[in-house]
Structures are given as structure tokens and as C-alpha cells.
């Protein structure tokens, strides 16, 4: 395979300049910390399905800016934070990222673009940076729409109720002092 083509070495400048795309598809267990974010093992994990778009936009008196577009999904099971049972969760990544020269570029011109901004590379793990965005795409709060299992919708602490019925101190003390001022 030529060398700007294989995903983990990715040659950017030519691979954006030519306006390329690369797609694939993997098992989750090639995406090992993707992988640690699934839950449970009765529900199977979808396959991550990836696509890259490389392009270059052209800019007056500053060559071409380098564009990479990333699309990535998988279906992923995790554990539903109402019923605490496994939920597969469809996780979709869309990002643009451009590219610039070094760290310094990218570390000024980061806070004021809309876009992320990484350092150009022609030796470029692609791979990494779909399963980076897989990462960051997961939900905070993963839930079923509805639950499997009927949850209970009320919860009684004994401890509160016999704490309730006991005498409050403070009223003991209003009683104290309304007796001392006559």
C-alpha cells in the first residue's frame, strides 16, 4: 500500500492536496481504548466505520490551508445511568480539523478558530485521531429511552421517618426561652 495511503502513516499534504479519501471499517477490540468504554458483554459492540476526506483550500499570498474531514460511528454498548443495565449507544464523530506548521501556529491560532487546528504530518496515525474523536463523542449521561426493567419510582428510608417523628431540639430550646422571660 503507498505510504500516503495507509491510514496510520498518513502522508497529509499530499493526501489533502490530491482531495483523497480513505473509509474502513474495524472490530471494536483494534480500538483498545475505545474498547475499555463499552459495559458488559451480553450486548455485542457494533464495528467502528470510519471515512476521511482530505482537501486543500487555496488562500491568497499564504499557499493552501490542509483539511482533513473525519466521519466515524459505533454502535457501543454502555451502562444506562437509570436502570444501570447495558444500553447500545450509537456514538457519531464529525470533525474538521486544518492543519498548520508547528505547535507554535497551532497553540495561537487555536482559541480564536472554529475548527480544531493540529501540526501537519507526513507520517500521520489517522487511526488514532477517529478513535480520539469516538472517545470525545461519548455521552456524558448514556440512558434507554425506556428502560427493560420496571424501576422503582419512590424510595422509603426508615431512618428518615423515625427522625421525623422524634422532638425537634430547637423547639425545645423556643420552650426554654419563652419560659425564662416571664
Known amino acids: 500500500m503507498d505510504k500516503k495511503l495507509d491510514p496510520q502513516h498518513l502522508d497529509l499534504l499530499s493526501f489533502a492536496r490530491e482531495g483523497a479519501a480513505l473509509s474502513g471499517e474495524g472490530a471494536l477490540t483494534a480500538w483498545p481504548r475505545l474498547f475499555e468504554e463499552q459495559f458488559g458483554v451480553d450486548v455485542l459492540a457494533g464495528p467502528v466505520l470510519w471515512h476521511l476526506q482530505g482537501r486543500s483550500v487555496p488562500k491568497l499570498g499564504h499557499g493552501d490551508e490542509i483539511w482533513l474531514d473525519l466521519n466515524a460511528e459505533v454502535s457501543l454498548p454502555m451502562q444506562c445511568q437509570r436502570c444501570l443495565s447495558p444500553v447500545l449507544t450509537k456514538v457519531l464523530a464529525q470533525q474538521s480539523f486544518r492543519f498548520v506548521a508547528d505547535e507554535a501556529t497551532a497553540a495561537a491560532l487555536d482559541d480564536e478558530a472554529e475548527e480544531d487546528i493540529l501540526v501537519i504530518s507526513r507520517d500521520f496515525d489517522a487511526l488514532a485521531l477517529v478513535e480520539d474523536e ?49
Open 134 to 182: 469516538l472517545i470525545l463523542s461519548l455521552p456524558l449521561v448514556p440512558l434507554h429511552d425506556t428502560c427493560p426493567e420496571v424501576l422503582p419510582t419512590t424510595a422509603v428510608d426508615p431512618e428518615f421517618e423515625m427522625a421525623a417523628e422524634r422532638p425537634n431540639p430547637f423547639g425545645v430550646l423556643a420552650g426554654l426561652k419563652k419560659g425564662s422571660t416571664s
